[in-house]
């Protein structure tokens, strides 16, 4: 408890350096600290581990790594703001209300999310079972973490809009949500595809025949949140936060999350983990994949059917085909339950569609 407090305490001061060097796009600098930080908490880890040592070292292996993240960002924060003084007589009230009306909207889209990202096994708990709590978040874990790397390019779309907005370059900031958004949906397309085909027998081979029973039904369902929701879209909410005009996402997922609460609340006792897999998913699509898109494009003036369209249009229409063949193949092969079919299959799909893609779904300047 203690070092967790500690790391905590860190953060609220040293996680401002890092968001300077965010809002400045020295993402070469924060991603050379982020491995510097992993490398020491991995290594910490190991060794503390394998010395027989347990979780009290753990954590302060994991504290340490945090400690020489924030001193090397301090450091070149610094260097890129040489003879700057850091004093809390420089802060103004002036600035205090400009932080609140953008960081109190932020706020409320951050507590939601929080509680969008918990609130499902925590229910599943307690209405039905800890064992159901391990089916359900495994595919959703799954499919977040493959998810991330599209957060990490939100953070660059994030401090971009903010710099062609300080140039009134709307055009471009269209331009850029429309094709950051697409190509992160190609890339992410393919693996929620391969689940939704050969979900169940990878679960079947890699860990057993139950838990495939329970889980592999929730990958189709939760991917398609996922995708409309984050892949195809992360970075519109990204971009209303870099114009400063996020106050209606804030208000979608504060009501996706109460009625994410409250409809668990419904739905687990009597239609269990299926029921909430699907509201979960169209919560996603409407909040995240439907309404916030529709504010961006109010605020670029931009016509909502045309920038949908600019996303999903390319990608969907490479998907499908391919799609639709690896479904063919594999219910022909009998849909066996082999590392040979699961492997295979996903391999050759995969390269049928990122060869599409590369000739089809990029722009010719790329």
Same mark, same amino acid.
């Given at each position: 408890?203690?070092t967790?407090?500690?790391?905590?305490?860190?953060?609220?001061?040293?996680?401002?350096c890092?968001? *300077?060097?965010?809002?400045?796009?020295?993402?070469?600098? #924060?991603?050379?600290?982020?491995?510097?930080?992993?490398?020491? +908490? *991995?290594?910490?880890?190991?060794?503390?581990?394998?010395?027989?040592? /347990?979780?009290?070292?753990?954590?302060?292996?994991?504290?340490?790594?945090?400690?020489?993240?924030?001193?090397?960002?301090?450091?070149?924060?610094? @260097? =890129?703001?040489p003879g700057?003084?850091?004093?809390?007589?420089?802060?103004?009230?002036?600035?205090?209300?400009?932080?609140?009306?953008y960081?109190?909207?932020?706020?409320?889209?951050?507590?939601?999310?929080?509680?969008?990202?918990?609130?499902?096994?925590?229910? =599943?708990?307690?209405?039905?079972?800890?064992?159901? $709590?391990?089916?359900?978040?495994?595919?959703?874990?799954?499919?977040?973490y493959?998810?991330?790397?599209?957060?990490?390019?939100?953070?660059?779309?994030?401090?971009?809009?903010?710099?062609?907005?300080?140039?009134?370059?709307?055009?471009? =900031?269209?331009?850029?949500?429309?094709?950051?958004?697409?190509?992160?949906?190609?890339?992410?397309?393919?693996? #929620?595809?391969?689940?939704?085909?050969?979900?169940?027998?990878?679960?079947? *081979?890699?860990?057993?025949?139950?838990?495939?029973?329970?889980?592999?039904?929730?990958?189709?369902?939760?991917?398609a949140?996922?995708?409309?929701?984050?892949?195809?879209?992360?970075?519109?909410?990204?971009?209303?936060?870099?114009l400063?005009?996020?106050?209606?996402?804030?208000?979608?997922?504060?009501?996706?999350?109460?009625?994410?609460?409250?409809?668990?609340?419904? #739905?687990?006792? +009597?239609?269990?983990?299926?029921?909430?897999?699907?509201?979960?998913?169209?919560?996603?699509? $409407?909040?995240?994949?439907? $309404? *916030?898109?529709?504010?961006?494009?109010?605020?670029?003036?931009?016509?909502? /059917?045309?920038?949908? %369209? /600019? =996303?999903?249009? +390319?990608?969907?229409?490479?998907?499908?085909?391919?799609?639709?063949?690896? %479904?063919?193949?594999?219910?022909?092969? @009998?849909?066996?339950?082999? %590392?040979? $079919?699961v492997?295979?299959?996903? #391999?050759?799909?995969?390269?049928?569609?990122?060869?599409?893609?590369?000739?089809?779904?990029?722009?010719?300047?790329?």
């Amino acid at each position: 408890t203690i070092t967790v407090g500690i790391a905590f305490a860190l953060g609220v001061v040293f996680n401002t350096c890092t968001a *300077v060097l965010e809002g400045y796009q020295r993402f070469d600098i #924060t991603s050379r600290i982020m491995i510097v930080n992993n490398v020491v +908490r *991995v290594a910490g880890c190991f060794a503390v581990i394998f010395l027989g040592f /347990g979780l009290k070292a753990m954590g302060i292996c994991v504290l340490a790594g945090q400690i020489i993240g924030y001193a090397l960002t301090y450091r070149e924060l610094r @260097g =890129i703001l040489p003879g700057r003084t850091f004093a809390p007589r420089k802060a103004s009230l002036s600035s205090l209300r400009q932080m609140l009306s953008y960081g109190a909207y932020t706020f409320v889209a951050n507590i939601s999310l929080i509680v969008l990202n918990q609130n499902a096994p925590l229910l =599943i708990g307690h209405f039905l079972s800890a064992r159901l $709590v391990a089916y359900y978040s495994f595919p959703l874990r799954l499919l977040s973490y493959s998810a991330d790397m599209v957060g990490r390019l939100g953070m660059v779309t994030g401090t971009k809009a903010a710099e062609l907005t300080a140039y009134g370059d709307m055009k471009t =900031i269209a331009r850029m949500a429309i094709l950051v958004n697409r190509y992160c949906l190609m890339m992410f397309l393919p693996l #929620t595809v391969y689940l939704a085909i050969f979900g169940r027998q990878l679960l079947k *081979v890699w860990l057993n025949p139950a838990f495939a029973a329970e889980s592999a039904p929730l990958l189709p369902v939760l991917g398609a949140g996922v995708v409309v929701a984050v892949a195809a879209q992360y970075n519109s909410s990204a971009i209303l936060y870099g114009l400063a005009k996020h106050a209606a996402l804030a208000r979608a997922v504060l009501v996706e999350a109460i009625l994410s609460v409250a409809g668990l609340c419904y #739905t687990l006792p +009597r239609y269990g983990i299926m029921g909430a897999a699907y509201l979960t998913a169209v919560l996603m699509i $409407v909040s995240r994949g439907i $309404v *916030v898109p529709y504010a961006l494009t109010r605020c670029l003036e931009l016509a909502y /059917g045309r920038y949908l %369209w /600019g =996303i999903y249009g +390319r990608a969907l229409m490479i998907a499908a085909p391919v799609s639709i063949v690896a %479904w063919l193949a594999n219910h022909a092969l @009998g849909e066996p339950a082999s %590392w040979a $079919v699961v492997l295979g299959g996903g #391999t050759a799909m995969a390269a049928c569609y990122y060869a599409l893609v590369f000739f089809r779904g990029i722009e010719p300047e790329h």
